[in-house]
């Protein structure tokens, strides 16, 4: 069976503006047909122009943008049927919610039932059914956020862009926001493309994650992936949180390495082709770091110095010194307790050696 | 009470320096007592007349006898240009009878002598005019302001076409005064659209470029337009110079219309592009892009969702400039020659020149009751609570 045309593709898109630097760099990236991707990165990484390309109002300075096989190169913005959706909503304030609703179907030469129907049916999806007459500032934020979605998915486009749509919410609100945009999407089928800077965002609601950074890709995985498996520091700490360790590859073994951080050996998964001797980023998850008195097997042990201790409800937040490094943290859920640890006390600290992976440290 | 002390100041100055001299320039359009005043006698007895013939003996009698008082008190020329204003030449009798009054003998009767100095007291509309002069109030500055008068049967109709002064000139003003809030519409629009998407630094610049033209004069803002204008000026010179014009067709850009409109246009300019650009500025840049995003083309987008936001802007610069523009007199006066003066250098000639304090009052009462009731539909068709100045 042959595998269907992406919905969307980036070929080799660079885009840069008449005096700046590059603002996306080398850009390949394939959506598929009712997926939901989100472009994850700092601000000015280069996500939004990467939608707005899509949605037809930056050209790319070289390279190719498709829509189900078809360039888009082009195609004015109004010709290109996606719905967008943008950061403050910019629902237009001299119209009612419902006359809102009904521009987009307006634009497109519907009846006035039709326009009725479609604009209930969309306020229906949104659980706003009786908000028709009200005007956009008599709306509370995620009231008003509701509509520019429903605004955004009314005349049924087959590709909704959405452009930080919480970003201005409180976080409650912005909670109950994703899983609304989630089961719209999924009782719709539309494939989404979604900015945010947001990480828990992202990974709450995503098929896929591009991760952005200064312009360029720098991994797309499923949110597990990213977050289990991710390929570079940058996105090591950036999705969740990570203690980078710096060393050298002394010995490569069958999908272990051996590193050498501040004259300590450690065992590591060997995930890319550094060859011994190049340097490296080890990088740790907090939690998957132990402290004795638990019971203790690991390839990799260390004699530690506590520096700090937080109790955070759920789990403990240590900062140790470990191997020169001085911010190293361990989180220990609540159910184990810290066994007596008391900041300025040396503790036996250990992981196993698949629970850390040796990056390239030259991209970092 | 203690706010209200913290206003008084205030209220005190507008009273003073506002209300109470539109108040007293206001009433002079109708209420005008110097003649009474100079002839209380006269005027008592000719309120009896019927106005047929000529007023009885008691008139000529109280006439003579005020003439000469008023002659002692230096009174006269206040009461004889009220009454020349009604009839012209009356000056002139009213003088020479109270120089000649007491070198005069009397003739039997008032009415004998008066006629012996001048043969205009025998006419019945010297007494008409003179009874016209004297009633205390008074529509006539409006009849004339109106190009109105009272024919010979007593009615009130337009008078002949070619004397018409007035109203052709309110009717101009009033055009040239929606012609030239148009042009600032057409002109100032865009260029409120482009400050308020620029940049914050260009938006900058362009502002302070709208904003310079404050800091110099009005006068010598409109006398560089006379340099540039004029028949041997910067333009058609220029014109000339490349071989566009003939030396001798040179364009006539000043004391004309043409030079009112241009000048006015440049001056009041800025009074539409501020509010406009207040009110832009308040679009957030992502509704045209939203628009355009839901279907609808460029223009469309324009004329559904950015046009009726700046409606509110559209009011206030319109209704400024209309109101300044109907009130225009040093632009109008200096670049309008003849066929672009406007109604305000008629109210200037009467208030200066003239003295004729009544008609300037009632030119501008007629010209402060067109303001308020196009304000008024206005506010009624836009609603004046949309509208933002800034």
Not at chain 1, 64 to 76: C, E, K, M, N, T
Not at chain 1, 244 to 271: D, F, T, W
């Amino acid at each position: 069976m042959s595998q269907p045309a992406p919905h969307v593709e980036y070929l080799a898109v660079h885009k840069r503006y008449a005096d700046s630097d590059w603002v996306v760099r080398d850009l390949d990236l394939e959506l598929n047909r009712g997926e939901f991707l989100t472009l994850l990165g700092p601000s000015g990484s280069g996500k939004t122009t990467c939608l707005m390309m899509l949605a037809g109002f930056e050209p790319a300075t070289t390279g190719d943008i498709r829509i189900d096989g078809v360039s888009v190169a082009g195609l004015p913005p109004d010709k290109r049927g996606l719905g967008v959706v943008f950061q403050n909503y910019a629902l237009f304030p001299h119209m009612s919610v419902g006359a809102n609703l009904a521009f987009p179907l307006e634009v497109r030469g519907l009846s006035a039932g039709q326009r009725r129907e479609r604009v209930a049916r969309a306020l229906e999806l949104v659980r706003l059914e009786d908000f028709e007459d009200r005007r956009p500032n008599q709306l509370s934020g995620g009231q008003q956020q509701r509509v520019a979605i429903a605004r955004a998915l009314v005349f049924e486009p087959e590709l909704v862009l959405m452009d930080e749509p919480l970003g201005a919410l409180d976080r409650r609100l912005r909670e109950q926001l994703q899983y609304e945009i989630r089961r719209i999407q999924r009782q719709l089928g539309v494939t989404v493309l979604y900015v945010t800077h947001d990480q828990t965002e992202a990974m709450a609601m995503s098929d896929r994650v591009a991760v952005f950074r200064a312009g360029r890709i720098e991994q797309v995985a499923t949110p597990e992936v990213l977050y289990e498996e991710p390929q570079t520091p940058f996105v090591a700490s950036f999705i969740g949180e990570n203690n980078l360790l710096k060393g050298r590859i002394a010995s490569v073994g069958r999908g272990v390495c051996e590193v050498e951080v501040a004259g300590q050996r450690l065992q590591a998964a060997h995930i890319s082709d550094l060859p011994p001797g190049s340097e490296t980023l080890v990088a740790i998850r907090p939690e998957r770091v132990n402290i004795a008195p638990l019971p203790m097997r690991y390839s990799n042990e260390f004699e530690a110095l506590v520096e700090d201790i937080s109790f955070l409800g759920d789990h403990l937040r240590v900062r140790l010194e470990v191997c020169g490094n001085s911010d190293f943290i361990a989180k220990i859920p609540n159910i184990v307790g810290h066994g007596g640890i008391l900041p300025g006390d040396q503790a036996r600290i250990g992981w196993g050696a698949l629970d850390c992976r040796a990056l390239e440290a030259a991209s970092y | 009470m203690g706010a209200l002390a913290l206003v008084l100041p205030l209220l005190a100055f507008v009273t003073l320096s506002f209300v109470v001299p539109l108040a007293t320039l206001l009433s002079k359009s109708a209420y005008q007592p110097e003649v009474s005043e100079v002839f209380p006698e006269t005027m008592h007895v000719l309120a009896r007349w019927n106005g047929e013939g000529l007023p009885p003996e008691a008139a000529f009698a109280a006439m003579a006898g005020e003439l000469a008082k008023a002659l002692d008190e230096r009174a006269l020329p206040r009461a004889s240009g009220a009454i020349n204003r009604v009839q012209g030449g009356m000056r002139g009798v009213l003088n020479l009878t109270a120089r000649r009054l007491a070198r005069t003998d009397f003739a039997g009767t008032w009415r004998e002598t008066l006629a012996g100095i001048s043969g205009d007291w025998l006419q019945p509309r010297t007494w008409l005019a003179i009874r016209e002069a004297g009633a205390p109030f008074t529509l006539r500055h409006y009849l004339q302001a109106l190009d109105l008068e009272r024919k010979e049967d007593g009615s009130i109709g337009f008078r002949p076409e070619d004397s018409r002064v007035y109203t052709p000139l309110m009717w101009r003003t009033l055009l040239v005064s929606l012609g030239v809030t148009l042009l600032c519409l057409l002109i100032g629009y865009p260029i409120a659209c482009m400050i308020a998407n620029s940049p914050p630094k260009r938006s900058r610049l362009l502002l302070l470029l709208v904003l310079v033209p404050f800091w110099t004069s009005l006068l010598v803002r409109t006398t560089a337009w006379i340099v540039l204008l004029q028949r041997q000026g910067v333009i058609n010179g220029l014109l000339v110079g490349l071989g566009i014009l003939p030396d001798d067709a040179r364009l006539q850009m000043i004391y004309n219309m043409t030079g009112t409109f241009v000048a006015m246009t440049h001056v009041l300019l800025p009074f539409m592009v501020l509010p406009l650009y207040s009110v832009m500025r308040s679009i957030p840049p992502s509704h045209m892009p939203a628009a355009v995003s839901l279907g609808a083309s460029p223009l469309k987008a324009f004329r559904r969702v950015y046009l009726p936001q700046t409606l509110p802007g559209i009011g206030a610069g319109s209704l400024l400039v209309f109101i300044l523009a109907i009130g225009y007199y040093i632009t109008p006066a200096l670049v309008g020659g003849r066929t672009g003066e406007l109604i305000s250098s008629q109210i200037a000639y009467h208030v200066q020149t003239s003295l004729n304090w009544g008609l300037a009052a009632a030119l501008s009462s007629i010209l402060l009751v067109a303001v308020t009731v196009l304000y008024l539909i206005y506010s009624r068709v836009v609603g004046i609570e949309r509208m933002r100045l800034g």
